[in-house]
């Protein structure tokens, strides 16, 4: 995928999210909002827990780990110059019940992503951002 | 409380690269449906449209209510442009409240699309920008999952795998939407040739398990549908269908951390709101702006259980125009443009009153529902003829 990724616009609520894949964070790491009260977790990263709407939350490191919930193989290209076929998937990560990361499954052909797949996540930096992208474990 | 009627319905040239201005089409519907129903602009007294103006992304939605306000010379009582209502026909069902509490006594519900003529022209209708993303799309797009397509076609391969739907059950949408589309006048311009199956699968893929003839096309049209108060309906002329029911409820406002699409928590409290059942309706107008839509909607409404939508379409008789429950009778928006939603009220009235010529579906029709949106979007109007 030649073309640059369209990138967030960072912000309190967002930076932990986009920017945990950096060395400097203990190697990389992906953070997901956790709540120090009720111990839910919280995504689309907020101020704010989403289940007992305690302020006590903060960016936690997760294992990084998960499996497709779902997925599509797009052929489409939204963008010029976006390379064609490439896997969107829906991954379930261990250790975050009740969050899924909409993301790219790469790594390997199209037509070996499948549903329940073991996956791990693998940070692809450009200006600054993070993106957590996803490979099959083997 | 007073009950709410739908009393007139227009709709504009329905085309692609259209040349006549967005406000240009917008009158052209206004005039039509003020026409069907008899009223004149100094009867009118509320605008509502979704989802306002949207500034930076003209295409999308380039007329504002208050222009309309201001064009028709309409000295407005009550009036709302709003994106963050449930979805499309949400407008004509918060219209209905207003009517229903006194607060207006006709409005004009419009939606105006016209993203076909704006990529053609952007100079004049500067693009979305892609370099940067906020809002909820930030947790999508930089995944190249750009499209709503994307997101939907995941739900879609989903219950392909949960509950074994084929990509030959989920065509039925499709070629039942070409079926009626080459017999809708208002459909010339985006049906032109019968689809066959072979075409459809031999057709490219988008997403998977989509391929082109699962995704509505960007049309430019203007649609517009007068809500009217019950104690007002000697100042109209047509025939008037009563707003039975409305809902819109979401449970999970994403478009992919929900396990299911708000369509699923909108159709159980559409049945709540009223003694209708699903075995009253004669006929379904359902969003397809992709071809699975419809699918959840008819599970989300129980016509049949959650996980046989497929099993329900299948072979396309119990959908087709003569069919226990014809869907989609001018082609939704696959067969007949991306109206964005309106187009399915436009076509329940029309099919209610018995006005569809070549298309109107048989038995007198009574009880219609239709419905717009998909993920986190759902609203649901119950239309019936007293
Ligand atoms: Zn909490």
Redesign the interface.
Known sequence: MSVKRPRPRLDADNRPFWTGGDAKNDGGKLYITHCGDCGEWTHPPRQFCRHCQSENVAPEAVPGTGRIDTLTVNHQAWMPGLEVPFVIARVALDGVPGVVLTTNIVGCAVDEVAFDDRVRVTFEEQDGVWFPLFEKVS | MKEAYITGVGQSEVGVRLTRSPMGLTMDAIRQALDDAGLTFDQIDGVASYPGKAHGYLGFSPIGVDEVIEVCGIKARWHMGAGEIPAQLSAIAEAANAVKTGQARHIICFRTVYEAAAMSRPDEFPPLR?????G????????????A???V???A??HM?RYGMTREQLAQISLNANRNALLNPNARAITKKVLTIDDYMES???????CLHDCDRFTDCSTVIIVSAGDALDEVSASPVRIAATAGAVHRH?W??AEWMASYDTGPDLWAKTDYTAKDVDTVQFYDGFAFFPITWLEALGFCQVGEGHKFVEGGTRIARDGELPLNTAGGQIGAGRLHGFGFAHEAVTQLRGKAGERQIPGDPKVAVATSGGGPLAAALLLARD
Not at chain 2, 130 to 134: S, T, W
Not at chain 2, 136 to 147: D, N
């Open positions: 892609r370099d940067f993303v906020d909820s799309s930030q947790w999508t797009a930089p995944f190249f999952a750009i499209s397509a994307c997101w076609a995941q739900y391969n989903r795998q490219r893929l988008i997403t998977t398990p989509f994403s992919d951390q």
